[in-house]
């Protein structure tokens, strides 16, 4: 296999920062995804078989992160942040307090 991480670097750099970029506003964010992209096309260029293929290899990589991403990007929501909806009955209602056990 004559492709390295280095030479696919110099291939496909500019190319996937433009892809990403119109991805990816927050700039750190966007480094942070293309060091991801790289690390993962450095872990697996020894198992690409077919290195004419390897511009839709790297954008299945790229896609790949993307959406790690951006499922990494949710919101977390604390459950302090919910109203309570239903209030607990207190002694004082006893009626309630059946019609929620039914």
């Known amino acids: 296999m004559d492709k390295t991480t280095e030479s696919v670097w110099q291939e496909m750099r500019r ?5 990403v970029a119109r991805r990816v506003q927050n700039v750190q964010d966007r ?3 293309l060091q991801n992209i790289f690390c993962k096309i450095h872990d697996n260029i020894d198992r ?6 390897i511009q839709a290899w790297v ?5 790949n992160a ?10 977390a929501v604390s459950l ?3 109203p309570v909806l239903i209030a607990v009955p207190s ?12």
């Open 59 to 63: 954008f299945q990589i790229t896609s």
């Open 91 to 102: 002694e004082t209602e006893p009626e309630l307090a059946a019609e929620v056990a039914d």
């Open 15 to 19: 190319p996937l920062q433009r892809y």
């Open 48 to 53: 690409l078989q077919d290195e004419t293929k």
């Open 66 to 75: 993307l959406i790690d991403f951006y499922r990494t990007q949710r919101p």
């Open 80 to 82: 302090t942040e919910f």
């Open 31 to 33: 480094e942070d995804v």
